[in-house]
C-alpha cells in the first residue's frame, strides 16, 4: 500500500507580493493567493519570465523575504516552494 502524501494545510489570502530574482534588486509585483508552511501559489502578469530560482517577500525590500523555486506554472498561476 503506498503512504499517501498528506498536503501542508494552505491558508488562503489576496495579499501583495514582490518577487526579486536570486541577486537582483529590481522586484516585481505579484498576488500571493495562498500561504502553507512550504510554499506559495502567486499570480503574475508575465510568469514566464520567471526563473526558476528567486526570492518571495511582502516588502519591496530585496534584502527580506524567502527563497522559493517554481514547481508548477499555470497560466498566470506559479505554485513555488520555499527552499534554504
Known sequence: MAAT????TRKSMHQSGWITLEG????RRC???DLSTTGAKITIDD???LPAKLRLAFSRDARTGRS???????G???GIRFVR
Not at 502524501?5 to 501542508?8: L, M, Y
Not at 522559493?68 to 499555470?74: A, G, K, P, S
Open 24 to 27: 537582483g534588486f529590481a522586484a
Open 31 to 33: 498576488v500571493v493567493r
Open 5 to 8: 502524501k498528506k498536503r501542508e
Open 76 to 78: 498566470k498561476s506559479v
Open 68 to 74: 522559493c523555486e517554481v514547481v508548477w506554472r499555470r
Open 47 to 49: 510568469p514566464n519570465m
